[in-house]
């Protein structure tokens, strides 16, 4: 098991910046790839970002490549969502989520492959 606390979110203007943070507590967080999910209002959750056990292999949703990184501190129990040049069209609850997946270079984007899920964080931009 493994709880996941999101933090950081908030109201920026168009093109300012944020960084979101996930705090794992429980088992091993290096064991684990870690994800970050988007639902904006009236639409479905989507995949943002997702990162594997050891950092080395990152993925990105097409709408957001080049403007965020995902980061992850192993030491620290914490995956990192660095989203700059914010767009309106950002705004909506991010989820962090987590799986097992050690030794895996695969990220999934799917949000079935997911087990464990955080309570979200909202990010509002203003035009």
């Known amino acids: 098991q493994v709880q996941l606390v999101e933090s950081g979110g908030g109201l920026v203007q168009a093109g300012g910046s944020l960084r979101l943070s996930c705090a794992a507590s429980?088992?091993?967080?290096?064991?684990?790839?870690m994800g970050w999910f988007r639902q904006a209002p009236g639409k479905e959750r989507e995949f943002v970002a997702g990162?594997?056990?050891?950092?080395?292999?990152?993925n990105y949703a097409n709408s957001v490549k080049g403007r965020f990184t995902i980061s992850r501190d192993n030491a620290k129990n914490t995956v990192y969502l660095q989203m700059n040049s914010l767009k309106p069209e950002d705004t909506a609850d991010y989820y962090c989520a987590a799986h097992l997946g050690y030794g895996l270079g695969h990220v999934s984007s799917l949000q079935s492959t997911y087990d464990y899920w955080g309570q979200g964080t909202q990010v509002t931009v203003s035009s």
């Open positions: 429980g088992r091993s967080f290096s064991i684990y790839a």
């Open positions: 990162i594997n056990w050891s950092g080395g292999s990152t």
